[in-house]
């Protein structure tokens, strides 16, 4: 019993010398600080602003459908999220979708959701982007046209500070994507 005695109050005296030597006064009392918009960012910041967006779906020339739409996007939240909102038609009829992107420095990765009026699936998103390239690409997956799952690719090329295009493509069979649609974006001035 004195054994017992004597190694609980080793290990009381152990845990108490951790808190005092091993957390500095006062530290359990500040919050910590929030997290800043990096240079990693800008790449989306360049997206910020009310832009005439013309959406392509894929097909051969003579049967490619084409709608209009108008996407307005702002830095939110602290600068750390963009958010996009879309309005628009899509095969005659309403089209509306949400946005928000941000990038998490600890992943190293570019990651979004995506919600729209045609689906109650949210498409989330996480890609890199190409300096040299001036392209963001980001995969998801998500349900297909035929209802099982396939995994989607879009990629933004920013072309300059009035324009950029995002094409989103469905993973084919051996490795081959298809392109689904395509995306021009002009800045409303």
Not at 128 to 155: F, I
């Amino acid at each position: 019993m004195r054994v017992l005695s004597s190694f609980l109050a080793i290990a009381v005296i152990g845990v108490a010398a951790f808190m005092l030597l091993g957390v500095p006064a006062g530290a359990a009392d500040e919050p910590p600080a929030p997290p800043k918009p990096g240079p990693e960012h800008d790449v989306l910041k360049q997206m910020e602003g009310t832009w005439e967006a013309t959406v392509k779906m894929a097909g051969d020339a003579k049967d490619a459908k084409e709608s209009k739409g108008t996407t307005s996007s702002k830095m939110e939240l602290g600068g750390l999220w963009l958010v996009s909102n879309h309005e628009g038609d899509f095969g005659g009829m309403k089209f509306q979708g949400k946005g928000m992107d941000t990038y998490d420095p600890a992943k190293k990765k570019y990651l979004g959701v995506w919600a729209d009026s045609m689906g109650t699936y949210p498409m989330l998103t996480e890609g890199t982007y190409d300096k040299v390239k001036k392209t963001l690409t980001m995969t998801s997956e998500g349900p297909g046209p035929d209802g099982k799952m396939a995994k989607y690719q879009m990629v933004t090329e920013f072309k300059n500070k009035d324009s950029y295009t995002m094409t989103m493509s469905i993973g084919g069979k051996e490795g081959k994507d298809t392109v689904m649609m395509t995306i021009t974006y002009k800045r409303k001035k």
